[in-house]
């Protein structure tokens, strides 16, 4: 079944926004931060899109979630000495953001416990869904990849369209590529093959899936829960 709808976030978004010391509209293209930078800023994204990503060590990038409204990102730099962002946040629509100092945040966590204990379940839930990412990036192969990403795609920006699923997300190849750990040659070819093969259609730079089965039969889909198996 599709789940069309976010899951509700477990922290309570009102309540971290009385600590933000600013609120910024967000250009697409530009970056709230970029890996290695200094981090002194969590952020909370109010509307539009942000993609998460990590530049590896042959200089390619891959992207491992996409943050929406009510979302948090930056958070893997609280309490650390001297830290740096140890990912890139990119700009994929523009919105509203708002920021929160680190050090404020970090306060209000040790003396707010039961937003310590919140903040626990949420960064668990995120370790669980980047540990499915990388298990299926690694054990499925290219192919595979591309797979499970569209499937994430779906559970995460799908709307039926009476036998199709239109994924509300529009990405050029190299995007999707970058979220299958895939050459953007590879993953031109194999969305042709699905294509030809009548699995997916793209119009106007959006994917549709004609034939969600096929995919997860491909993959051996464990048709985990929508919450965990999704690209957010």
Known sequence: MMATMKPTHSIEIKELLKFADRKFKSERGSYLFQEGMAAEDLYIIISGKIQISKITSDGRELS??????????????????????????????????????????????????KLAFEFMKW?????????????????????????STLIRMSNSYGIPKGNEILIDLPLTNQELANFCGTSRESTNRILSELKRDKIINIKKGKISILDLQYLKDEIGCENCSAIYCNIE
């Open 123 to 147: 960064m668990s839930d995120h370790f669980r869904k980047t540990q499915t990412k990388f298990r299926d990036l690694v054990l499925n192969g290219k192919r595979g990849a591309l797979f």
């Open 64 to 113: 491992l979630r996409i943050c929406s409204a009510n979302d948090i990102c930056g958070e893997l730099t609280l309490f650390t000495d001297n830290p740096r962002y140890l990912l890139s946040a990119k700009v994929l629509e523009e919105g509203e953001i708002a920021a929160i100092k680190k050090d404020v945040i970090e306060s209000e966590i040790f003396q707010n416990s």
